[in-house]
């Protein structure tokens, strides 16, 4: 699998600014603002941990594909998207957690 999945949802969400509310979700999501996106976020973030919690694997699966689709609208209203991520995850790659939390601007 490829990271392809990814570079088409994220073309996707940047067309779907254009599109009105009543037409698409995730125009609606833009409509609704950063806060509407955030929302989302934390209510995505908050199930995919009661799924780990239940240790059902579909569950898993399920929440945590939800909670990526909404971080990725919520990258795309802020004119990011998941290359931007992909990028500092490969700077990261090798170093130690610790160091790299060290070297972050306060």
């Known amino acids: 699998m490829s990271d ?8 996707e969400l940047e067309s779907r600014k254009s599109a009105k509310a009543s037409d698409s979700y995730v125009a609606s999501l833009y409509k609704g603002g950063t806060d509407a996106i955030l ?7 908050t199930e995919t941990i009661i799924a780990v919690k239940s240790g059902d ?8 594909a939800d909670l990526w689709f909404h971080t990725l609208v919520m990258l795309a209203q802020q004119d990011l998207g998941p290359e ?23």
Request: aromatic residues 2%.
């Open 84 to 106: 931007d991520v992909l990028q500092e995850l490969q700077r990261r790659f090798g170093q130690s957690g610790h160091d790299e939390k060290a070297s972050r601007k306060t």
């Open 39 to 45: 929302k989302k976020v934390g209510e995505e973030a």
């Open 57 to 64: 694997r579909d569950d898993i699966v399920h929440e945590t």
């Open 4 to 11: 392809q999945i990814l570079k088409d949802l994220a073309a």
